[in-house]
C-alpha cells in the first residue's frame, strides 16, 4: 500500500502541472465562449436565417443527428427514418403550419424552420467557433483602442462613470484591482534574495527585494532603509511587505526562482550551494 502510495504521488506530481494548465485554458476558453462567444454566434444565427435555408443540411437525417432528442420515436408514415427517435429540430423543420392558410403563421414557422437548419448547421460544422474567434478579435481590438490617447480618456471616463454607481463601486475597484496586477504590461521585478529577521528578531525569513521604501519612512528614520516581500508558504503569490534597515538584511546568493521553490516546498529543496555540511554527507 505504501508503495502504491509513493508511485501514486510522483505520478501526480508529474501530471498535475499539465492537467492544470489544461483546466486554466479550458476555463478561460469557457469564459469567453459563455459572456461574448455565444451572444455572437447567436446573433450570426438570426442573420444568416433572414437569408433562407441552407444548402449543406440534410432536412430528416442531419436533424435527428445533430438535434436535441426528445421522448417519442418516428411511425410507419416516415418511411426510412420509422423507428427512429425524434428531435426537437426535426419537429421544427416538419411543422404543420408550414402549410398553413395563414400568411403569419406561415412566415413565422418558415423562419423558425430556416433559423433550425442554421442552427444545425453550426453544430455539423462547428461554425460557433465564429462566435468565439470574433470574441477574441473584438478583445483584440478593445486592447488597441485603449493603446490610444482617445481610447484611454474614454476609458478613464466610462470608469469614473462606474464609480459613481451604488453597489458598483463597491465591487469594480476590487476586481480591477486584480486584473490589473494579473495583466499588468509593467511586470513586477525583484532586486535579489534577502534573509530578514521576521517575524521578529532570532527568525529568519527568506524574502524578495523589491527596492526603495516610500519617501515617508525614509525621512523619519533617517537611515537606509529597504523594502521586501516575505511570500508566504506554500503559496508565495501571498505575503507581508515589510520595511527594513539595510544592515539588518542578509543578502542570500540565490536567484528568485531557488528561492520560490524553497518557499513553496517549505523549505524542503534547497540549491546545492546552501545545504550544510552535515547534509552534503547524508546525501552523498
Known amino acids: 500500500m505504501d508503495e502504491f502510495k509513493r508511485f501514486f504521488i510522483r505520478g501526480l506530481a508529474a501530471v498535475l502541472p499539465t492537467l492544470l494548465t489544461v483546466a486554466v485554458f479550458a476555463w478561460a476558453y469557457r469564459l469567453v465562449d459563455d459572456i ?20 449543406a443540411v440534410d432536412e430528416d437525417e442531419d436533424a435527428l443527428i445533430y438535434g436535441e432528442p426528445i421522448n417519442e420515436w418516428l411511425d410507419q408514415g416516415h418511411g426510412e427514418l420509422t423507428g427512429r427517435r425524434a428531435t426537437v429540430e426535426y ?37 460557433h467557433l465564429i ?3 470574433i470574441a477574441i478579435i473584438v478583445v483584440y481590438f478593445v486592447g488597441f483602442f485603449l493603446a490610444s490617447f482617445f481610447g484611454r480618456a474614454t476609458w478613464r471616463f466610462a470608469e469614473n462613470a462606474l464609480g459613481r454607481v451604488p453597489l458598483v463601486k463597491d465591487i469594480y475597484p476590487s476586481i480591477k484591482q486584480v486584473t490589473d496586477f494579473l495583466f499588468s504590461e509593467s511586470k513586477l521585478e525583484f532586486s535579489g534574495v534577502v534573509a530578514v529577521p521576521y517575524p521578529r528578531k532570532g527568525i529568519w525569513s527568506v524574502g524578495l527585494l523589491t527596492g526603495t521604501p516610500m519617501k515617508a519612512i525614509q525621512e523619519h528614520t533617517k537611515q537606509e532603509m529597504v523594502t521586501v516581500f516575505i511570500p508566504s508558504s506554500p503559496t508565495p503569490v501571498t505575503g507581508y511587505t515589510i520595511t527594513v534597515h539595510r544592515d539588518e538584511i542578509i543578502e542570500l546568493a540565490l536567484s528568485v526562482d531557488e528561492a520560490l521553490r524553497f518557499i513553496i516546498s517549505a523549505g524542503v529543496i534547497k540549491p546545492d550551494t546552501q545545504l550544510t555540511h552535515e547534509v552534503k554527507q547524508i546525501e552523498d
Not at 36 to 46: E, R
Request: charged share 25%; no cysteine.
Open 36 to 55: 461574448m462567444g455565444q451572444h455572437i454566434t447567436t446573433g450570426m444565427l438570426k442573420i444568416v436565417s433572414l437569408t433562407g435555408p441552407p444548402d
Open 91 to 127: 419537429k421544427i423543420i416538419h411543422n404543420k403550419a408550414l402549410s398553413s392558410k395563414n400568411e403569419k403563421i406561415r412566415a413565422k414557422a418558415v423562419h423558425e424552420k430556416n433559423e433550425t437548419l442554421w442552427r444545425i448547421a453550426f453544430i455539423k460544422y462547428k461554425l
Open 131 to 133: 462566435g468565439f474567434l
